[in-house]
């Protein structure tokens, strides 16, 4: 009967380490980078709160097969090189409150990253070719970022359950149409009044703009490039 306990006890203690794993803390410490000298089996890394600009590939490459959510919000990255992340099982990275200006490039993880957290960056624009491969994702936070157009989520990513684009200046068109067309099974998180362009569609509620009023707004890039660059006549 003793015995049997401790063996259980064994049992849950590894199940434990194994389900956790280690966890990293690293907070609000003034980090420029990321530091080198991390325990190989690390499987959380947080380092919010720091003034880190730039992830290098040798930061996380692999090192560490464990690592499965790295959190660097309130940072101030730019840049994240290509092909970062190799090695690890990323599953969800948060990277809020950042200076970032394009979408990460998370190819290297793209069989187990499920949560990517952007919200408050200075990203421009976001390809289909760069989320289409992203076949697990579940949840994408986008709000609070400088884009104009979005890649059809709900065509690339059939897992997706909670899509965050509020405070982003839409231009609604025939290209839009898929958010029209959400499953019910998606949490759509999306401002009353999205459509920045046309101008027009400002002040109008999203549920008053119809499918078939963005099937006739064809124009795409023509009507934004002359919006832009028409002079104000008052
Ligand atoms: C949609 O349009 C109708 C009719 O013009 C209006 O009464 C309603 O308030 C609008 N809905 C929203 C949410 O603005």
């Avoid at 992340?85 to 200076?99: A, D, K, S, Y």
């Avoid at 979408?103 to 990203?123: G, R, W």
């Avoid at 760069?130 to 609070?144: Q, Y």
């Avoid at 009353?192 to 963005?214: F, G, H, K, M, Q």
Wanted: aromatic fraction near 8%; charged fraction near 20%; glycine fraction near 2%.
């Amino acid at each position: 009967m003793k015995s049997q306990h401790l063996l259980w006890l064994l049992i849950c203690s590894l199940n434990f380490e194994k389900s956790f794993g280690l966890r990293v803390n690293v907070k609000n410490v003034g980090l420029t980078s990321v530091p080198s000298v991390i325990d190989p089996t690390v499987s959380t890394f947080l380092a919010s709160g720091n003034l880190i600009s730039i992830i290098h590939k040798s930061d996380f490459n692999d090192i560490y097969p464990n690592l499965n959510f790295i959190e660097l919000s309130d940072n101030a990255i730019v840049i994240i090189e290509s092909g970062c992340f190799r090695g690890t099982v990323l599953r969800q990275i948060e990277l809020q409150r950042n200076q970032l200006t394009a979408f990460p490039d998370l190819s290297e993880v793209k069989d187990t990253i499920e949560i990517i957290k952007l919200q408050n960056n200075k990203i421009t624009q976001i390809s289909k070719e760069e989320i289409a491969p992203l076949s697990k994702v579940t949840i994408i936070k986008l709000s609070d970022n400088p884009l104009v157009q979005l890649p059809e989520f709900t065509r690339f990513l059939a897992f997706l359950t909670d899509l965050y684009i509020r405070d982003i200046d839409l231009k609604c068109d025939s290209s839009t149409i898929w958010l029209k067309r959400i499953p019910d099974t998606l949490n759509l998180r999306l401002d009353n009044e999205p459509c920045s362009y046309p101008a027009e569609w400002r002040s109008i509620a999203w549920v008053n703009i119809t499918e078939d009023a963005l099937l006739q707004q064809t124009i795409g890039e023509i009507f934004l490039v002359e919006y832009l660059c028409t002079p104000q006549t008052s």
